[in-house]
Protein backbone atom coordinates (compact mmCIF):
# COMPACT_ATOMS: atom_id res chain seq x y z
CA UNK A 1 0.00 0.00 0.00
CA UNK A 2 1.67 3.41 -1.02
CA UNK A 3 2.42 5.63 1.91
CA UNK A 4 0.85 9.15 1.32
CA UNK A 5 3.50 12.08 0.68
CA UNK A 6 4.39 14.31 4.05
CA UNK A 7 2.20 16.97 3.85
CA UNK A 8 4.54 20.94 3.95
CA UNK A 9 2.83 24.11 4.36
CA UNK A 10 4.92 27.09 2.56
CA UNK A 11 4.48 30.66 4.03
CA UNK A 12 6.37 33.28 2.29
CA UNK A 13 6.78 37.02 3.79
CA UNK A 14 4.20 38.32 0.81
CA UNK A 15 6.85 40.33 -1.28
CA UNK A 16 8.19 39.13 -4.83
CA UNK A 17 11.48 38.76 -3.08
CA UNK A 18 10.58 36.69 -0.61
CA UNK A 19 7.79 34.51 -2.72
CA UNK A 20 10.28 33.41 -5.06
CA UNK A 21 12.64 31.48 -3.83
CA UNK A 22 9.87 29.96 -1.25
CA UNK A 23 8.16 28.69 -4.50
CA UNK A 24 11.20 27.52 -5.91
CA UNK A 25 11.36 25.50 -2.56
CA UNK A 26 8.79 24.24 -3.03
CA UNK A 27 9.39 22.96 -6.16
CA UNK A 28 12.65 21.29 -4.91
CA UNK A 29 10.21 19.59 -2.32
CA UNK A 30 7.65 18.53 -4.97
CA UNK A 31 10.33 16.65 -6.35
CA UNK A 32 11.34 14.76 -3.39
CA UNK A 33 7.78 13.30 -3.34
CA UNK A 34 6.35 16.10 -0.90
CA UNK A 35 3.15 17.27 -1.10
CA UNK A 36 3.10 21.58 -0.21
CA UNK A 37 0.48 24.10 0.23
CA UNK A 38 1.95 27.17 -0.86
CA UNK A 39 0.41 30.26 1.42
CA UNK A 40 0.40 34.26 -0.29
CA UNK A 41 -1.47 36.97 0.71
CA UNK A 42 -1.03 38.39 -2.68
CA UNK A 43 -3.60 37.28 -4.91
CA UNK A 44 -1.65 38.55 -8.24
CA UNK A 45 2.10 36.36 -7.21
CA UNK A 46 -0.57 33.45 -6.93
CA UNK A 47 -1.62 33.72 -10.58
CA UNK A 48 1.32 34.45 -11.58
CA UNK A 49 2.93 31.00 -9.80
CA UNK A 50 0.30 28.97 -11.33
CA UNK A 51 1.91 28.76 -14.80
CA UNK A 52 5.02 27.69 -13.18
CA UNK A 53 3.26 24.41 -11.15
CA UNK A 54 2.11 22.72 -14.23
CA UNK A 55 4.69 20.18 -13.77
CA UNK A 56 4.49 19.46 -10.09
CA UNK A 57 1.66 17.18 -11.08
CA UNK A 58 -0.44 18.44 -8.34
CA UNK A 59 2.05 18.17 -5.66
CA UNK A 60 1.80 22.07 -5.08
CA UNK A 61 -1.38 23.65 -4.20
CA UNK A 62 -1.53 27.71 -4.07
CA UNK A 63 -3.65 29.33 -1.29
CA UNK A 64 -4.60 33.06 -0.91
CA UNK A 65 -5.19 34.49 2.31
CA UNK A 66 -6.23 38.13 3.28
CA UNK A 67 -4.07 40.55 3.99
CA UNK A 68 -5.81 42.11 6.80
CA UNK A 69 -5.19 45.67 5.08
CA UNK A 70 -9.08 47.40 5.30
CA UNK A 71 -10.01 48.71 2.32
CA UNK A 72 -8.55 52.21 1.44
CA UNK A 73 -5.12 50.86 3.04
CA UNK A 74 -2.02 51.60 1.23
CA UNK A 75 0.01 48.16 -0.34
CA UNK A 76 2.86 49.92 -0.16
CA UNK A 77 2.44 51.67 3.02
CA UNK A 78 5.18 49.14 5.42
CA UNK A 79 3.45 50.31 8.46
CA UNK A 80 0.24 49.44 7.99
CA UNK A 81 1.13 46.06 5.83
CA UNK A 82 3.13 44.80 9.00
CA UNK A 83 0.50 45.64 11.36
CA UNK A 84 -1.92 44.03 9.28
CA UNK A 85 -0.03 41.05 9.18
CA UNK A 86 1.06 41.03 12.94
CA UNK A 87 -2.86 40.95 13.67
CA UNK A 88 -4.21 38.68 11.34
CA UNK A 89 -1.56 35.89 9.98
CA UNK A 90 -1.47 33.40 13.56
CA UNK A 91 -5.32 33.38 12.76
CA UNK A 92 -4.84 32.70 9.08
CA UNK A 93 -2.23 29.99 9.69
CA UNK A 94 -3.77 28.27 12.47
CA UNK A 95 -7.11 27.67 10.38
CA UNK A 96 -5.29 26.58 7.65
CA UNK A 97 -3.01 24.09 9.75
CA UNK A 98 -6.31 22.72 10.65
CA UNK A 99 -7.43 22.22 7.54
CA UNK A 100 -4.95 20.82 5.71
CA UNK A 101 -3.61 18.69 8.66
CA UNK A 102 0.46 19.56 7.63
CA UNK A 103 3.27 17.73 9.55
CA UNK A 104 5.23 20.21 8.66
CA UNK A 105 5.78 24.60 8.46
CA UNK A 106 8.54 26.00 6.09
CA UNK A 107 8.08 29.26 6.92
CA UNK A 108 10.21 32.73 6.06
CA UNK A 109 12.16 33.33 8.76
CA UNK A 110 10.49 36.80 8.69
CA UNK A 111 7.16 35.56 9.36
CA UNK A 112 8.26 33.51 12.61
CA UNK A 113 6.89 35.69 14.77
CA UNK A 114 3.18 35.60 13.64
CA UNK A 115 3.33 31.31 13.16
CA UNK A 116 6.24 29.88 14.55
CA UNK A 117 4.45 29.81 17.86
CA UNK A 118 1.09 28.82 16.47
CA UNK A 119 2.74 25.82 14.57
CA UNK A 120 4.16 24.26 17.83
CA UNK A 121 0.95 24.35 19.66
CA UNK A 122 -0.81 22.19 16.97
CA UNK A 123 1.86 19.77 16.96
CA UNK A 124 3.38 21.20 13.29
CA UNK A 125 7.38 20.64 13.44
CA UNK A 126 8.61 24.12 12.04
CA UNK A 127 11.70 25.11 9.97
CA UNK A 128 13.08 28.69 9.41
CA UNK A 129 13.78 29.10 5.68
CA UNK A 130 15.56 32.95 5.04
CA UNK A 131 15.92 34.33 1.16
CA UNK A 132 19.14 35.90 1.78
CA UNK A 133 22.38 35.19 2.99
CA UNK A 134 23.40 33.82 6.20
CA UNK A 135 25.76 37.40 6.86
CA UNK A 136 22.17 38.73 6.91
CA UNK A 137 20.61 36.68 9.12
CA UNK A 138 23.03 36.23 11.17
CA UNK A 139 22.93 40.47 11.41
CA UNK A 140 19.45 39.85 12.70
CA UNK A 141 20.54 37.00 15.32
CA UNK A 142 23.74 39.30 16.36
CA UNK A 143 20.84 42.48 17.35
CA UNK A 144 21.27 42.17 21.10
CA UNK A 145 25.16 42.44 21.10
CA UNK A 146 24.93 45.21 18.49
CA UNK A 147 22.39 46.85 20.99
CA UNK A 148 24.89 45.64 24.08
CA UNK A 149 27.99 47.18 22.27
CA UNK A 150 26.61 50.33 21.87
CA UNK A 151 25.95 50.81 18.00
CA UNK A 152 21.98 50.30 18.21
CA UNK A 153 19.67 51.88 20.96
CA UNK A 154 17.22 49.16 21.87
CA UNK A 155 14.67 50.60 19.54
CA UNK A 156 16.85 50.17 16.34
CA UNK A 157 18.14 53.50 16.14
CA UNK A 158 21.93 53.53 15.38
CA UNK A 159 24.04 55.78 18.07
CA UNK A 160 26.78 56.41 15.75
CA UNK A 161 26.69 56.60 11.80
CA UNK A 162 29.28 54.57 10.08
CA UNK A 163 30.84 51.07 9.20
CA UNK A 164 31.13 48.04 11.81
CA UNK A 165 31.79 44.42 11.52
CA UNK A 166 30.73 41.80 12.85
CA UNK A 167 33.70 39.41 13.06
CA UNK A 168 37.25 39.83 11.08
CA UNK A 169 36.97 38.66 7.25
CA UNK A 170 33.20 39.67 7.44
CA UNK A 171 32.06 42.27 5.16
CA UNK A 172 31.20 45.87 6.86
CA UNK A 173 27.80 47.30 7.71
CA UNK A 174 26.55 50.52 7.92
CA UNK A 175 24.49 51.39 10.61
CA UNK A 176 22.40 53.60 8.19
CA UNK A 177 21.38 50.56 6.14
CA UNK A 178 20.54 47.94 8.57
CA UNK A 179 17.35 45.70 7.13
CA UNK A 180 15.28 47.16 9.50
CA UNK A 181 16.56 50.63 7.92
CA UNK A 182 12.83 51.31 6.00
CA UNK A 183 11.12 54.19 4.80
CA UNK A 184 8.28 55.45 6.35
CA UNK A 185 9.69 57.48 9.29
CA UNK A 186 11.08 56.66 12.83
CA UNK A 187 7.38 55.07 13.42
CA UNK A 188 7.44 52.52 10.82
CA UNK A 189 11.73 51.76 10.84
CA UNK A 190 10.94 51.23 15.00
CA UNK A 191 8.33 48.65 13.97
CA UNK A 192 10.36 46.76 11.45
CA UNK A 193 12.96 46.78 14.49
CA UNK A 194 10.62 45.55 17.35
CA UNK A 195 9.44 42.86 14.82
CA UNK A 196 12.90 41.77 13.90
CA UNK A 197 13.59 41.51 17.38
CA UNK A 198 10.19 38.84 17.82
CA UNK A 199 11.25 36.99 14.87
CA UNK A 200 14.55 36.30 16.87
CA UNK A 201 13.17 35.43 19.73
CA UNK A 202 10.84 32.79 17.75
CA UNK A 203 13.66 31.39 15.50
CA UNK A 204 13.96 28.77 18.37
CA UNK A 205 11.10 27.24 18.27
CA UNK A 206 12.18 26.22 14.70
CA UNK A 207 14.34 22.54 14.36
CA UNK A 208 16.34 23.78 11.50
CA UNK A 209 17.21 27.33 10.35
CA UNK A 210 18.17 27.37 6.04
CA UNK A 211 19.58 30.28 3.94
CA UNK A 212 19.14 30.77 0.26
CA UNK A 213 23.08 30.85 0.04
CA UNK A 214 26.07 28.86 -0.19
CA UNK A 215 28.86 27.72 1.56
CA UNK A 216 31.74 28.63 -1.37
CA UNK A 217 29.92 32.14 -0.91
CA UNK A 218 30.38 33.34 2.39
CA UNK A 219 31.97 30.69 4.16
CA UNK A 220 33.29 33.01 6.92
CA UNK A 221 29.35 33.74 7.83
CA UNK A 222 28.75 29.63 8.23
CA UNK A 223 31.53 29.46 10.02
CA UNK A 224 30.50 32.10 12.43
CA UNK A 225 26.95 30.81 12.60
CA UNK A 226 26.79 26.85 12.35
CA UNK A 227 23.26 26.92 13.19
CA UNK A 228 22.22 27.83 9.74
CA UNK A 229 22.49 26.01 6.77
CA UNK A 230 23.05 26.42 3.09
CA UNK A 231 20.15 25.32 1.13
CA UNK A 232 20.71 27.55 -2.03
CA UNK A 233 21.44 29.08 -4.60
CA UNK A 234 17.87 28.40 -5.60
CA UNK A 235 17.23 30.09 -9.14
CA UNK A 236 14.54 30.59 -10.82
CA UNK A 237 15.61 28.63 -14.05
CA UNK A 238 15.28 25.05 -12.62
CA UNK A 239 17.69 24.06 -14.96
CA UNK A 240 20.18 25.52 -12.93
CA UNK A 241 19.17 24.40 -8.92
CA UNK A 242 21.30 21.26 -9.37
CA UNK A 243 24.02 22.92 -5.98
CA UNK A 244 25.15 20.73 -3.39
CA UNK A 245 23.42 22.62 -0.91
CA UNK A 246 20.33 20.87 -1.95
CA UNK A 247 21.50 18.08 -0.09
CA UNK A 248 19.97 19.57 3.09
CA UNK A 249 17.10 18.42 1.79
Not at 41 to 67: S, Y
Request: proline letters at 7%.
Amino acid sequence: MATAALHVMVLPLPTQGHVTPLMELSHRLGDHGFEVTFVCTEPVVINAMRQTTMHDDGKIHLVCIPDGLADGDDCMDLGKVLDALSRCMPSYVEDLIRKTKVKWLVADTNMGALCFEVAKKLGVRVASFFPASAACLGTLFSVPKLIEDGIFDDKGFPTRLGAFELAPKMPPLYTSHMVWSVDGGPEVQHAAFQLVCRNNQASSLAEITVCNSFLEAEATAFELFPNILPIGPLFADRRKYKNPSNCCL
